[in-house]
């Protein structure tokens, strides 16, 4: 089961906040009681309980629809358009007020104002015919029409406003990643332009020297093999600092992301002695595990502890049995880890937690 992003919640947030908003609708069957001196018949008041909630379920169904982008749910609006009409007998005018919310979503500011001011009439010159209009009763109905014609589209704004903001974040990180890239490309081309423009050279002098001073020729040839290992060394270079990983940064991008995912996240370090290759190894090591407990566990608390070349990495949360470690996960770093003369062991604990160990040399 795929677990809930930040951007999940505040959907989630908004979506139920909403209905919240439109459950209020729900007043109208109070509205049903109060629309007739001395009460009303049984089943004429089940009928407009029915219709009540009927509108209540259609406008929550269509914001949820307008919040996944979905295309313009004719029916359902024209529905819910039909059932507020049969209201208007009832007076309940939360509920009639809930229509041109529902269509707020999908028509123009300019629209859903003359559609609020349209659902105020019918209510209006019922109360007039009747004899029994108060002025209260039209402020009530601007209020209502206000609060869910103008609550719903300040709600998508939000909505839309916090997705852009999260695109935006996952194109920064992408962008990152691409100059990245392309400082690597640079970095390569620099060692290794010069290097293979200077053995192209160099051969092409060799290969003309061979017939007339095979001596020189081979000096040549060697000063060419020189250069080639000289530039195999650089680049080799080039990619072990390219590969390897700022421990202390991994650390807090870590600790960072698993907070964001709702998991307090503990950090003990103590790695100031452990070689560059080690320190890099068990960064690796991390973030593989934190990658583990995002998805294979319903995580509350993760403790990362690094003493004395011995890392272990806790968490609960643990779901169903252990499986096997995949190659390309834990499986690889096991390989890599004993490759550096050391171990590494992942369990859960009698106690229902989860424990990533890893012992390397100190």
Same mark, same amino acid.
């Given at each position: 089961? $795929?677990?809930? +992003?930040? &951007?999940?919640?505040?959907?989630?947030?908004? *979506?139920?906040? !909403?209905?919240?908003? #439109?459950? =209020? %609708?729900?007043?109208?069957?109070?509205?049903?009681?109060?629309?007739?001196?001395?009460?009303?018949?049984?089943?004429?008041?089940?009928?407009?309980?029915?219709?009540?909630?009927?509108?209540?379920?259609?406008?929550?169904?269509?914001?949820?629809?307008?919040?996944?982008?979905?295309?313009?749910?004719?029916?359902?609006?024209?529905?819910?358009?039909?059932?507020?009409?049969?209201?208007?007998?009832?007076?309940?005018?939360?509920?009639?007020?809930?229509?041109?919310?529902?269509?707020?979503?999908?028509? $123009?500011?300019? +629209?859903? &104002?003359?559609?609020?001011?349209?659902?105020? *009439?019918?209510? !209006?010159?019922?109360? #007039?015919? =009747? %004899?029994?209009?108060?002025?209260?009763?039209?402020?009530?109905?601007?209020?209502?029409?206000?609060?869910?014609?103008?609550?719903?589209?300040?709600?998508?704004?939000?909505?839309?406003?916090?997705?852009?903001?999260?695109?935006?974040?996952?194109?920064?990180?992408?962008?990152?990643?691409?100059?990245?890239?392309?400082?690597?490309?640079?970095?390569?081309?620099?060692?290794?332009?010069?290097?293979?423009?200077?053995?192209?050279?160099?051969?092409?002098?060799?290969?003309?020297?061979?017939?007339?001073?095979?001596?020189?020729?081979?000096?040549?040839?060697?000063?060419?093999?020189? *250069?080639?290992?000289?530039?195999?060394?650089?680049?080799?270079?080039?990619?072990?600092?390219?590969?390897?990983?700022?421990?202390?940064?991994?650390?807090?991008?870590?600790?960072?992301?698993?907070?964001?995912?709702?998991?307090?996240?503990?950090?003990?370090?103590?790695?100031?002695?452990?070689?560059?290759?080690?320190?890099?190894?068990?960064?690796?090591?991390?973030?593989?595990?934190?990658?583990?407990?995002?998805?294979?566990?319903?995580?509350?608390?993760?403790?990362?502890?690094?003493?004395?070349?011995?890392?272990?990495?806790?968490?609960?949360?643990?779901?169903?049995?252990?499986?096997?470690?995949?190659?390309?996960?834990?499986?690889?770093?096991?390989?890599?880890?004993?490759?550096?003369?050391?171990?590494?062991?992942?369990?859960?604990?009698?106690?229902?937690?989860?424990?990533?160990?890893?012992?390397?040399?100190?």
């Amino acid at each position: 089961m $795929r677990r809930a +992003t930040k &951007l999940d919640k505040v959907r989630w947030l908004i *979506v139920y906040s !909403t209905d919240f908003v #439109l459950a =209020l %609708g729900l007043i109208g069957l109070m509205m049903v009681y109060a629309a007739w001196d001395g009460g009303m018949p049984g089943p004429l008041a089940a009928a407009g309980a029915v219709l009540v909630v009927s509108v209540v379920v259609l406008g929550m169904r269509v914001f949820r629809l307008a919040v996944r982008g979905a295309a313009r749910p004719t029916r359902l609006l024209a529905a819910g358009g039909v059932m507020a009409l049969l209201l208007t007998p009832f007076a309940a005018v939360p509920t009639i007020a809930l229509w041109p919310a529902m269509v707020s979503p999908w028509v $123009r500011g300019r +629209t859903t &104002l003359l559609l609020s001011a349209a659902s105020m *009439v019918p209510v !209006t010159v019922l109360f #007039l015919v =009747l %004899g029994a209009f108060e002025p209260a009763l039209l402020l009530m109905q601007v209020l209502f029409t206000g609060l869910l014609a103008g609550g719903i589209p300040v709600n998508l704004w939000l909505w839309s406003i916090t997705r852009e903001a999260h695109e935006g974040q996952e194109a920064r990180a992408l962008l990152a990643v691409s100059e990245e890239r392309l400082r690597f490309a640079r970095d390569l081309n620099d060692l290794l332009g010069q290097s293979l423009t200077g053995i192209a050279a160099r051969t092409a002098g060799a290969e003309d020297l061979l017939r007339a001073d095979p001596e020189a020729a081979s000096r040549e040839m060697f000063e060419v093999r020189d *250069v080639a290992r000289r530039s195999l060394r650089e680049v080799r270079a080039a990619v072990q600092n390219y590969r390897a990983l700022d421990f202390d940064e991994v650390l807090a991008s870590v600790r960072a992301v698993l907070e964001a995912a709702d998991v307090r996240c503990t950090v003990e370090c103590d790695a100031g002695t452990l070689s560059p290759e080690t320190r890099t190894l068990l960064a690796t090591v991390v973030r593989e595990g934190a990658t583990n407990v995002l998805k294979h566990s319903k995580a509350e608390h993760c403790t990362i502890t690094i003493k004395e070349g011995i890392l272990e990495m806790t968490n609960d949360g643990v779901i169903g049995p252990p499986g096997e470690h995949a190659p390309n996960g834990l499986g690889g770093l096991a390989q890599r880890v004993r490759g550096a003369g050391g171990t590494l062991s992942a369990a859960p604990t009698p106690g229902g937690s989860y424990v990533l160990r890893v012992v390397v040399p100190a």
